[in-house]
């Protein structure tokens, strides 16, 4: 399912990291930020004072997942400000009619109330989930997966990770091969064996100003060397 040597994460920073459908997208993910046990290696959650933890809940509680397919993905027939509701609810904050409007104001989105999840444009989908995912208490670390499945021009999704980085989140965005050479990444031929073509690729590394980002600044790191197990729990 995945094969990965190494991937690192600080808070401030965005990783893209390209690999085609099939290719551990999932498995990353769910890995990453702790909703799944890989059968060796593991992951790395260090805080800015030196202390570190391997421990899956710590890190479940300081990392989410954005629109991964099949897994946190809405359904698509359900209106943007249903989905709002239900995300704000599980963030804790409120998820009446009234706190939806106010929230879709504030984030200029009020005109995609009524739209459906899948006739929302590729980068507004995009800004629209991870804007409430991060609003979860906690949550430093997002995990954006796959935006360019839902169309758009990769530098607009790319935009927004960047701008969550800003605010201090580490942000993993995972997509295709295309999309990543689109944003300028030089990627080697996919060669080798079965396990090298499935390998996800780090492409791009982008990071901001550390004064920008709080003090507080933890890091993750996920060395696997074999195939993850079935998921634990739900993300």
């Known amino acids: ?58 890190l479940r509680s300081v990392s989410a997942v954005v629109d991964l397919p099949g897994i946190s993905e809405p359904d698509d027939t359900l209106t943007t400000a249903t989905v709002v509701a239900e995300e704000r609810s599980f963030a804790r904050a409120g998820s009446r009619r009234s706190d939806v ?24 989908r995009t800004a629209l989930l991870t804007s409430l995912t ?10 954006i997966s796959l935006p360019d499945r839902h ?14 980085a800003a605010r201090g989140y580490g942000v993993l965005v995972q997509c295709s091969r295309s999309s990543a050479r689109d944003l300028g990444a030089t990627l080697e031929p996919a060669r080798g064996d079965a396990s090298q073509r499935a390998t996800p690729v780090e492409s791009l590394r982008a990071g901001v100003d550390p004064m920008a980002a709080p003090p507080d600044v933890p890091e993750l790191t996920v060395d696997l060397d074999e195939r993850p197990s079935a998921p634990q729990d739900a993300p």
């Open 1 to 58: 399912m995945l094969h990965l040597e190494t991937l690192t994460l600080t808070t401030g920073e965005c990783v893209l990291v390209a690999g085609e459908p099939g290719q551990g997208h999932t498995a990353l993910a769910l890995v990453a930020t702790g909703r799944l046990a890989p059968f060796e290696g593991r992951v790395v959650l260090t805080d800015a004072d030196g202390v570190v933890s391997t421990a899956r809940d710590a």
């Open 151 to 164: 169309g758009g021009e990769p530098a607009a999704w790319w935009s927004i990770a960047q701008a969550f």
């Open 101 to 124: 409007r106010r929230w879709l104001a504030s984030h200029e989105l009020a005109a995609y109330g009524d739209v459906r999840m899948d006739d929302l444009p590729g980068p507004v």
């Open 134 to 143: 991060a609003e979860r208490p906690g949550v430093r670390f997002l995990v």
